[in-house]
């Protein structure tokens, strides 16, 4: 596509969305439309040479607003968050089937061309996760369905979206299943952060204060896989623009236990922590990462941050908000 082609994002003031209207500006494209539910003061990323609309998503007309002229909508708006906020809030995340849903619609009606879905590893079949070290999901162990309640139920109905909109009206939809992305400029508190941010805010939190008792939801035997921002950004685009079809892993096929997880961000502060878990905290399935021979296979290209490099950094930026006082101690 040229650069002058007009791309909307949905969810532009949340984590991806920020950093790929970040991206797109960067390559030079001209013509973006940020779109986000929240007051512009919390948009994590705000560019004034782009059109910031502040809008409804799940309704219809607003929709309209977001598809009218657009070569291309990426959907990254949902109503989301960690394990603590989608398995408290089930309702909530299937609600966002309504955004899905109106801007197919709208991108119907206005004639867009290409329209990426955020789908996530939350689609996949709970049955197939259910021990610590688990073969990587591949994209054929989303059927026979059995995902996540709520969210993940919520993702593979829009996945289905998509594809029927592809194959009955022609535009080109993609459909990418995230892996845990993390990396600065994102959630990190608040009940909607996940584990990468989380573990290094109270990582950072203990170093501040010297108070060295951390939580750990679980027993921390869990496994995932995590996704640098960057890496996320890049697969997106490159989905995006392709001829590829199918829902497709965008993930890290570097499975870490979230103690592992612990450890790294221990040793990047320079502490060590008495560790207390919590056996009744939110902690998900038990074992889950990315099967990456498909996307290696179609693009020859696979996320590869590695998690102790990207975590240094997103730890940085964590404490550094703290140090300013975003959180109090
Ligand atoms: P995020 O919460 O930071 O961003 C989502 C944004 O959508 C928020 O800014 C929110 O205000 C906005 N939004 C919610 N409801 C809206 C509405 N009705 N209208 C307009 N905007 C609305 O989350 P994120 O991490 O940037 O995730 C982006 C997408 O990627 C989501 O669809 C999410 O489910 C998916 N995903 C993310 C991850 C991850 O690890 N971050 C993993 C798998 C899938």
């Known amino acids: 596509m040229s650069q002058d082609q007009l791309i909307t994002v949905g969810g532009a003031g949340g984590f991806i969305g920020g950093a790929l209207v970040a991206d797109l500006l960067r390559k030079g494209h001209t013509r973006i439309r940020a779109i986000d539910i929240k007051p512009f003061s919390e948009w994590y990323q705000k560019f004034d040479e782009v059109e910031n609309l502040q809008l409804d998503l799940s309704d219809l007309a607003n929709c309209h607003v977001a598809a ?16 603590g906020f989608i398995e408290n809030n089930k309702a909530l995340c299937m609600l966002s089937v309504l955004i899905n849903t109106h801007l197919c619609m709208a991108a119907k009606d206005a004639g867009v061309e290409r329209f990426f879905y955020a789908s996530s590893a939350c689609v996949y079949n709970g049955d197939k996760q259910k021990v610590y070290d688990i073969p990587a999901l591949k994209e054929s162990d989303a059927y026979p369905a059995l995902p996540e309640d709520g969210y993940g139920w919520e993702k593979l109905f829009s996945e289905r979206m998509c594809r029927h909109f592809r194959e009955d009206y022609g535009i080109a939809t993609r459909v990418a299943r995230y892996h845990n992305v993390y990396g600065p400029l994102g959630t990190w508190d608040g009940g909607r952060e996940k584990a990468p941010a989380a573990i290094c805010r109270k990582v950072a939190l203990a170093k501040i204060s010297g108070n060295h008792d951390i939580e750990i939801w679980g027993t921390g035997d869990q496994t995932r896989s995590f996704m640098y921002i960057t890496d996320c950004v890049f697969g997106t685009q490159m989905l995006l623009n392709s001829d590829f079809v199918e829902p497709i892993n965008i993930g890290s096929a570097e499975m ?36 990456n021979t498909l996307i290696k296979q179609v693009f020859n290209w696979e996320p590869s941050t ?11 930026w964590i404490y550094d908000q703290i140090q300013q006082g975003a959180k109090s101690l």
């Open 68 to 83: 009218k002229g657009a070569h291309t909508i990426y959907n990254l708006a949902a109503d989301m968050g960690g394990m």
């Open 256 to 291: 870490v236990s979230i103690n592992q997880l612990v450890d790294m961000a221990e040793d990047i502060a320079g502490i060590k922590l008495n560790r207390r878990y919590n056996l009744g905290a939110p902690k998900g399935v038990n074992g889950r990462s990315s099967d």
């Open 306 to 316: 590695r998690l102790r490099d990207g975590l240094e950094i997103t730890y940085k």
